[in-house]
Nanobody, 126 residues
């Protein structure tokens, strides 16, 4: 089984911080780019950022629109992280991680993702 399990979501106030984790099982994520995504209720899923196998990150428009994010990875723990430094009030959302098909995020046509996690919910206290 190829699985990704997000965790770390929880109630947070606008401007608050938390760290999300994405633990892989059934495969080694060290050889893959990994992405983080956000989806609000009734809205389309947005790409926040991507991190290559070597740790090079790429931020997307959603990153600045919804807050400040730092993506990192710990291959020894088979886990990638996303630190939310300052979450803007955009309502609750589910954050997903996904395994990239390629090692890098700068592949032609943009990164491509295969295995997806089930998401972790981040409610926002107004």
């Amino acid at each position: 089984q190829l699985q990704l399990a997000e965790s770390g979501g929880g109630l947070v106030q606008p401007g608050g911080s938390l760290r999300l984790s994405c633990a892989a099982s059934g495969f080694t994520l060290a050889d893959s780019a990994m992405g983080w995504f956000r989806q609000a209720p009734g809205k389309e899923r947005e790409a926040i950022g991507c991190i290559s196998d070597s740790g090079i990150t790429t931020d997307y428009e959603a990153s600045s629109a919804h807050g400040r994010f730092t993506i990192s990875r710990d291959n020894a723990k088979n886990t990638v992280y996303m630190q939310i430094h300052s979450l803007k009030f955009q309502g609750p959302a589910v954050y997903y991680c996904a395994r990239g098909v390629f090692r890098r995020c700068d592949t032609a046509g943009g990164p491509r993702f295969g295995t997806w996690g089930r998401g972790t919910q981040v409610p926002v206290s107004s």
